[in-house]
């Protein structure tokens, strides 16, 4: 089985920008659907974006749209979220997510996941 292990977060002020990793091991990525999830305290898990089993194909939480992009670089067998433009309300621990099917943006439909990471803005 697949094991993900996401890098990247930290401290940043809103307008900057920060790209998150999620690396892979065990067995490759590169045919599976791929997605981020956040969570805030005391907040419920929200999608942010995913990428689809094909690679061809994203789809993006309105909230995040236009500023977040998910991408796959299967040589290094990692996934990736540059996220631009960021916001205080942005501020979440993040989790990438792999699952065997086609995307989904439900969080009970991923196989496996990573320990996430944290990412704060500050206004």
């Known amino acids: 089985q697949v094991q993900l292990v996401e890098s990247g977060g930290g401290l940043v002020q809103a307008g900057g920008s920060l790209r998150l990793s999620c690396a892979a091991s065990?067995?490759?990525?590169?045919?599976?659907?791929v997605a981020w999830f956040r969570q805030a305290p005391g907040k419920e898990r929200e999608f942010v974006g995913t990428?689809?089993?094909?690679?061809?194909?994203?789809r993006y939480a309105d909230s995040v749209k236009g500023r977040f992009t998910i991408s796959r670089d299967n040589a290094k067998n990692a996934v990736y979220l540059q996220m631009n433009s960021l916001k205080a309300e942005d501020t979440a621990v993040y989790c990438c997510a792999v699952r065997r099917g086609d995307w989904s943006v439900y969080a009970w439909a991923y196989d496996v996941w990573g320990q996430g990471t944290q990412v704060t803005v500050s206004s």
């Open positions: 990428l689809s089993r094909s690679g061809e194909s994203t």
């Open positions: 065990g067995r490759t990525v590169s045919t599976m659907s």
